[in-house]
């Protein structure tokens, strides 16, 4: 093995710590770990009976590792939350929207706003459905979902503007109907969610003519 070295003046030469090239090693157990977790936590979401089952210890449990592990990975529940749903928003394709936005056409870009988001809201549909009804029950859920939601609503701000249309009530109105409340129940039980995207892209339209 080749010993890098560096010159100390009077003293000669002092080997220098290999540590560097051995980060990349100890850092793939570490985002294993995390993935672990993060799966973990998608699965006790969707799979779980109880609205009050998903706890740190839980997840810790179900992804098979110690408590201090999620804790070390995530830093607290809150922490976690936010990593479990930009999981879901990478897996549901929600970077898409920053080609969203940069479209010049006003209208075709609500168009991909809504298609965006009718992907994401089908990108694990138990999962989502657990997190929006945990947020009216866990005050944690509840700032997550809460804080993500507000993003939905300054991007159709941005878009409703572009529109000309009379921002507030509208924006309202554009909220309510990209949530992933609307697009499950025009879904129903027996559809994929994403079949919603027409008719949410329709009542979108018709509540901008009545703006």
Known sequence: MVCLIKSTGKEGVKPVSPRPYNLGKR??????????????????????????????????????????????????????LEAVCDYLAEIGGLSGLAEVFADPDPVQALHRFVACFGRFWAADRPAMRRLRALALLDPDVGAVIAARDQRRQQGLAVLAGRLGAEPDHVVRMLTALTSFETFDTLAGPDREIATAIPDVLRLAEAALRLS
């Open 27 to 80: 850092q793939e157990p570490i985002e294993a770990a995390r993935q672990q977790v993060l799966d973990a936590a998608r699965r006790l979401l969707g799979g779980t009976a109880s609205y009050t089952a998903f706890t740190v210890d839980a997840v810790a449990r179900q992804a098979d590792v110690a408590r201090a592990t999620v804790y070390y990975q995530f830093g607290s529940k809150t922490g976690l």
